[in-house]
């Protein structure tokens, strides 16, 4: 049986214990002063688009093309900060998963199982 080719991750220098910082914020307007390249990795959960009540403190008022348009906007800026071999995760529901895949790869995000 022959061996499958097996890309090997990029070497990178690990970066020190506690030097990380985690920021919280309104999705565009925090992303928006962050310079371009300078995250290792984003992580995002948003509302999902679905009209689900009790997100609390957040809203859920966007649906349908107007929740896609609004994910693709912080999409991109996520893109525009993220270093070039940075991560980035998006947790969604599968109502989106197939328009912010399709997005995701336009903007040149490659997905990872």
Known sequence: MAKKDVKKPVAR???P???FTIKKSKAVAGLEKLADASQDLIATDPPWGIEWP???EFSDELVGQEFTSWCIEWMLECRRVLKPHGTFFLAIGPEHVSELDVAAKSMG???RA
Do not use: I, Q, S, V
């Open 13 to 15: 220098e690990p970066a």
């Open 54 to 56: 009790g997100y609390g």
């Open 17 to 19: 214990p506690g030097d």
């Open 109 to 111: 995000f490659h997905k």
